[in-house]
């Protein structure tokens, strides 16, 4: 089940990232954005997954505008140990209904370049490269899904 991120789940949606990036650290040099994110300030944009109970992944979603309206996903995050389980997929295709929703026609995301293995699954999920830049000190490859009507 997806549903909206509570207060009670900051905890949970903090020690997600913690696990989920930690084979990531040695790789960029430092902790991935996600581990240090403000999930508190970030709640309302927050949605989760849960699977038997338990939070096992989140997303933000927000609104962003520009010469085209778009559904941002960030950051997404899936338990390791439920990763390979589909749960990933569930939060991307919630994704997609709710910019549907909103009429909005492409979804976008950035991953950190180092995380070849993310971003071959979001190939698979099609998505393509659309820039790729420094921002915040991270070298990142910035993705795109045009959602057709």
Same mark, same amino acid.
């Given at each position: 089940?997806?549903?909206?991120?509570?207060? +009670?789940?900051?905890?949970?949606?903090?020690?997600?990232?913690?696990?989920?990036?930690?084979?990531?650290? =040695?790789?960029?040099?430092?902790?991935?954005?996600?581990? =240090? @994110?403000? #999930?508190?300030?970030?709640?309302? #944009?927050?949605?989760?997954?849960? #699977?038997?109970?338990?939070?096992?992944?989140?997303?933000?979603?927000?609104?962003?505008?520009?010469?085209?309206? @778009?559904?941002?996903?960030?950051?997404?995050?899936?338990?390791?140990?439920?990763?390979?389980?589909?749960?990933?997929?569930?939060?991307?295709?919630?994704?997609?209904?709710? @910019?549907?929703?909103?009429?909005? +026609?492409?979804?976008?995301?950035?991953?950190? @370049?180092?995380?070849?293995?993310?971003?071959?699954?979001?190939? #698979?999920?099609?998505?393509? +490269?659309?820039?790729?830049?420094?921002?915040?000190?991270?070298?990142?490859?910035?993705?795109?899904?045009?959602?057709?009507?």
């Amino acid at each position: 089940m997806i549903r909206a991120a509570r207060a +009670e789940d900051l905890d949970r949606i903090g020690a997600i990232p913690d696990a989920a990036f930690l084979p990531y650290i =040695a790789r960029i040099g430092r902790p991935p954005a996600p581990m =240090a @994110a403000d #999930h508190r300030s970030d709640l309302s #944009h927050l949605w989760v997954c849960e #699977h038997d109970g338990d939070v096992v992944g989140y997303m933000g979603l927000i609104a962003r505008d520009g010469p085209q309206i @778009a559904l941002q996903i960030e950051p997404i995050a899936v338990d390791p140990d439920v990763q390979g389980k589909g749960i990933g997929g569930r939060l991307i295709a919630f994704a997609e209904a709710q @910019a549907r929703s909103l009429g909005v +026609e492409r979804l976008t995301l950035y991953v950190n @370049a180092a995380m070849i293995e993310t971003r071959a699954i979001y190939a #698979h999920l099609g998505f393509l +490269e659309t820039d790729r830049r420094v921002e915040d000190g991270f070298d990142r490859v910035f993705l795109e899904k045009s959602l057709p009507r």
